[in-house]
């Protein structure tokens, strides 16, 4: 039996405030926690600490096999965490019942919500398992009707070309090139990475149980700034915003 916790997602968005009222956009990100839920548990503490963060963005692989065990634990210890906590859905979260699992938990695995001048978009990236949920239109189409900047959480980077072909390719990489998308989240890779493509920010978080410690990080979007904190070194970096 699944824990009892039912549209996670949807009641933490209820719980946001003004995300933008001092004009900056504190971001905590996370991913790939898979079954290291000591990290996790570490990870939580260290965000209790930031008290500052609008919102803590999970991306995707809370599970290895999306057992019930498996998401029952990963609720458990995301449970600790005092952040309001928005999850997307993994690759190997994806696997078997995993989507029904987590439609019941978080709810649906594309949706987004907004602050004055961003919108952001949570997107089921995992096309080869779970081909059902996976809808580049729907994400080409919440990009093209609003006049706000975006941002966008997946598991899975966008120009993932051994994944993505022919017109799922052409969708997406119309989505990263498109002058509202500024920054564009990731997991699935285990490793830290901020590199830009067509001058989008493409943001990579590693995995939660890192080589060098516990792995997250801290967004800071103000003006036309974007800054990362790698929360395991304390390695900052900044890039301007397109």
């Not at 916790?5 to 933490?12: D, K, P, V, W, Y």
């Not at 390719?169 to 830290?192: C, D, M, Q, S, W």
Request: charged share 25%; glycine share 8%.
């Amino acid at each position: 039996m699944l824990r009892p916790e039912r549209n996670l997602n949807e009641l933490a968005i209820n719980r946001l405030g003004d995300i933008e009222a001092d004009g900056v956009i504190r971001i905590g990100v996370f991913s790939d926690p898979h079954q290291n839920y000591k990290a996790t548990d570490k990870m939580a503490y260290q965000m209790n600490q930031a008290t500052d963060l609008d919102f803590v963005a999970g991306l995707g692989d809370f599970t290895n096999s999306s057992y019930n065990l498996e998401y029952d634990e990963f609720i458990e210890a995301i449970g600790r965490l005092d952040q309001i906590n928005i999850n997307a859905v993994g690759n190997h979260d994806s696997i078997g019942a995993g989507p029904q699992l987590y439609r019941k938990a978080f709810g649906k695995s594309n949706f987004y919500f907004e602050s004055a001048s961003y919108r952001f978009i949570f997107f089921n990236s995992n096309n080869l398992e779970n081909p059902t949920e996976f809808d580049p239109q729907w994400l080409k189409d919440r990009v093209d009707e609003t006049g706000k900047n975006v941002m966008i959480f997946s598991h899975v980077q966008l120009r993932d070309n051994e994944r993505y072909f022919n017109d799922d390719a052409t969708i997406l990489g119309y989505v990263i090139e498109h002058p509202r998308v500024k920054v564009i989240f990731n997991g699935h890779n285990h490793v830290y990475d901020l590199s830009k493509d067509n001058d989008t920010i493409m943001m990579q978080c590693g995995r939660v149980a890192g080589e060098d410690g516990t792995h997250w990080l801290t967004i800071t979007v103000q003006g036309g700034q974007f800054c990362v904190k790698r929360m395991d070194t304390g390695a900052t970096t900044c890039e301007n915003i397109k």
